[in-house]
């Protein structure tokens, strides 16, 4: 008689990866959750939403790519969960939206409990830095479809934004300034390119090469930044004075900048404001890229852009350095009657 484990789903294996991810998600909590994991559905007090004059509810679901092919080769699994926070609450607070929840899926072809349970306390790790409540989850065990050792994750996040505090390009006008905010890698976006190049140039992941600080596959899987707080930060400290942001993922600084202005602007960065990160120009060299193969590709150093009013530069300067962030004016907003609505100028000093 065939079993249920012997078609590759082992049960008990899902109970104890339950067991062990208790304590990281009990971290990654806020006073309006009701009830504890267990449940068919995540429960959150929405009655805070009363004080609000017209609440826009805002969602977004993203995944990591194939950067978990990375820490599937490295072993390290508890940096992941962050880079999956990142691209989802981010996405969130870019209309200026507070992230309330998240609930997050990963699908392995084999649940080894030790292991979901890193992959778990980095995303509840991730939602304690964005004040973000992790509600619920699911893990599922996909025998036959991916290799014992094989792994993918998605998330997705709830927030909310009172209708006359939406950010958007509707609020950007000529001579705004672009305050730069600085990447701490590649974050999760262009993983199959930087994995093209690693398997193309016989890249190994465990070597520390000639001018980088650490092993390539550690550098890799540096944790993409959570800018949620810091943006939120800047919201009520700005008011008005700020425009919006743009949170730099798959595309590049100038495209992803380019979704939030109007039509008639263009966002100007001057590349020579900031320098290339080391891991940056080695991948680049190694993979004999030219600038617009990796501009288009990879953040080049910038997570996120906010589009304020000049006025407000030094207030949102120290605002940020307060909190430990070394942001930058990268840039304006400039008059252009083409249909490009972001452009890069000069080159970045090395």
């Known amino acids: ?123 509840a790790r991730g939602c304690v830095k964005a004040n973000t409540a992790l509600i619920g989850g699911e893990t599922a065990e996909h025998p036959g479809l991916l290799g014992e050792d094989e792994f993918d994750i998605a998330g997705a996040a709830t927030g909310v934004v009172d209708a006359p505090n939406l950010l958007g390009a509707h609020k950007v006008v000529e001579g705004d300034l672009l305050l730069a905010m600085p990447a701490s890698g590649f974050h999760s976006n262009g993983y199959s390119l930087i994995r093209h190049i690693v398997t193309n140039q016989n890249l190994d992941l465990a070597r520390i090469y000639q001018d980088l600080s650490a092993p390539l596959g550690e550098l890799l899987l540096t944790p993409t930044e959570i800018y949620t707080l810091d943006c939120l930060v800047l919201i009520k400290t700005l008011g008005e004075d700020l425009r919006t942001f743009a949170h730099v993922t798959g595309g590049g600084l100038a495209s992803n900048t380019a979704r939030v202005i109007p039509a008639g602007l263009c966002a100007q960065f001057d590349r020579s404001t900031w320098s290339l990160s080391t891991e940056t120009l080695f991948l680049a060299k190694k993979g004999g890229l030219d600038r617009a193969d990796y501009e288009q590709t990879w953040n080049c150093g910038v997570g996120m852009v906010a589009v304020i009013k000049p006025e407000s530069a030094d207030l949102a300067l120290k605002s940020l350095s307060a909190r430990g962030m070394k942001a930058w004016i990268a840039g304006e907003v400039i008059s252009q009657s083409g249909k490009e609505r972001a452009s890069l100028i000069l080159d970045y000093l090395r």
Not at 45 to 66: E, H, K
Not at 72 to 83: H, L, N
């Open 1 to 123: 008689m065939a079993t249920y484990r012997e078609a590759g789903v082992d049960i008990a294996a899902g109970e104890r990866a339950v067991d062990l991810m208790k304590a990281s998600i009990a971290k990654a909590s806020r006073k309006e959750v009701v009830g504890g994991i267990g449940g068919f559905a995540g429960l959150f007090d929405a009655s805070a939403l009363i004080n609000f004059q017209q609440p826009l509810l805002a969602t977004s679901t993203d995944g990591v790519g194939t950067k978990t092919e990375i820490a599937r080769q490295m072993g390290i699994y508890d940096t992941i969960g962050e880079d999956l926070v990142a691209m989802v609450v981010d996405d969130l607070v870019v209309c200026g939206a507070e992230p309330l929840f998240m609930t997050d899926y990963i699908a392995v072809g084999k649940v080894i409990p030790e292991r979901i349970a890193e992959i778990v306390k980095g995303i």
